[in-house]
C-alpha cells in the first residue's frame, strides 16, 4: 500500500533557504501554476516571460474623414494615442490600415509617426516615415480610392508612449482620408 504524508508545511531545518527536489512530482495540473497578471510595472511574472512574448494588444478605429492641403507638416486629426507600457524596455509595434485618395492634383506625399515628439526611426533623410505614395507608381488619376497599409516599431524606453501621426504632400493638393470607421490601428507590446 502506498504511503501518505499529510502536512501543511515543509521547511528547511533553520526555516531558511530552498528545498531541492531530487526526484519529479507526479499528478500537477496548471492549477499548480501561479497566474501570470499583467500590471504597469515590472512585475516577477513578466521577468518569467521569454523574449518576444506580448505583453498587450490595443486596438483601435478612426471615423474621422480629413483633407489635407497643405505642403508642410499636418497633425492628422485623431490618429493620437497612448499606450500605457507593461515594461518599460519592451518594443511596441503598430500595424496600420487606412483608405485615402487625391481630389486634386494627384502628387508625392508621405505619413510620419511620431513617438512621445520623436520620430519613430533615426534615418535622417527619411525620420519617421512609415508611408511614402506617388501617383506615378500606379498611374491613378484624381479620384483613385485605394487602402494603404503600413508597420512599424518603437523602442522608447518609456512607462508610457503617445504616438501621433502628420501627413505632408511635396506640391499643393487635396489628400482625403476617407471612409470613417475604416483606419484600423494595432498596438502590440512585445518583451525584448
Same mark, same amino acid.
Given at each position: 500500500?502506498?504511503?501518505?504524508?499529510?502536512?501543511?508545511?515543509?521547511?528547511?531545518?533553520?526555516?531558511?533557504?530552498?528545498?531541492?527536489?531530487?526526484?519529479?512530482?507526479?499528478?500537477?495540473?496548471?492549477?499548480?501554476?501561479?497566474?501570470?497578471?499583467?500590471?504597469?510595472?515590472?512585475?516577477?511574472?513578466?521577468?518569467?516571460?521569454?523574449?518576444?512574448?506580448?505583453?498587450?494588444?490595443?486596438?483601435?478605429?478612426?471615423?474621422?474623414?480629413?483633407?489635407?492641403?497643405?505642403?508642410?507638416?499636418?497633425?492628422?486629426?485623431?490618429?493620437?494615442?497612448?499606450?500605457?507600457?507593461?515594461?518599460?524596455?519592451?518594443?511596441?509595434?503598430?500595424?496600420?490600415?487606412?483608405?485615402?485618395?487625391?481630389?486634386?492634383?494627384?502628387?508625392?506625399?508621405?505619413?510620419?509617426?511620431?513617438?512621445?515628439?520623436?520620430?519613430?526611426?533615426?534615418?535622417?533623410?527619411?525620420?519617421?516615415?512609415?508611408?511614402?505614395?506617388?501617383?506615378?507608381?500606379?498611374?491613378?488619376?484624381?479620384?483613385?480610392? !485605394? =487602402?494603404?497599409? @503600413?508597420?512599424?516599431?518603437?523602442?522608447?524606453? /518609456?512607462? *508610457?508612449?503617445? &504616438? +501621433? #501621426?502628420?501627413? !505632408? =504632400?511635396?506640391? @499643393?493638393?487635396?489628400?482625403?482620408?476617407?471612409? /470613417?470607421? *475604416?483606419?484600423? &490601428? +494595432? #498596438?502590440?507590446?512585445?518583451?525584448?
Amino acid at each position: 500500500m502506498a504511503s501518505k504524508i499529510k502536512v501543511d508545511q515543509i521547511q528547511t531545518g533553520d526555516g531558511t533557504g530552498t528545498i531541492a527536489l531530487q526526484n519529479q512530482l507526479s499528478g500537477m495540473t496548471h492549477a499548480s501554476v501561479p497566474t501570470l497578471t499583467t500590471g504597469h510595472i515590472p512585475t516577477l511574472t513578466e521577468a518569467q516571460m521569454p523574449a518576444g512574448s506580448v505583453l498587450q494588444v490595443q486596438t483601435f478605429a478612426i471615423t474621422t474623414d480629413q483633407s489635407i492641403t497643405s505642403t508642410t507638416e499636418t497633425t492628422l486629426a485623431d490618429w493620437d494615442f497612448t499606450i500605457t507600457k507593461v515594461a518599460n524596455n519592451s518594443k511596441i509595434i503598430c500595424f496600420i490600415k487606412f483608405n485615402a485618395y487625391y481630389a486634386s492634383s494627384a502628387t508625392y506625399w508621405w505619413i510620419k509617426a511620431y513617438a512621445n515628439g520623436s520620430a519613430v526611426t533615426s534615418t535622417a533623410a527619411w525620420k519617421g516615415n512609415i508611408w511614402t505614395h506617388s501617383h506615378l507608381q500606379y498611374s491613378f488619376s484624381a479620384g483613385a480610392h !485605394q =487602402q494603404f497599409n @503600413a508597420m512599424f516599431y518603437d523602442t522608447t524606453n /518609456a512607462s *508610457s508612449v503617445n &504616438f +501621433t #501621426f502628420k501627413a !505632408q =504632400q511635396i506640391a @499643393a493638393g487635396s489628400l482625403q482620408l476617407w471612409g /470613417a470607421g *475604416s483606419h484600423q &490601428f +494595432t #498596438f502590440m507590446e512585445i518583451k525584448v
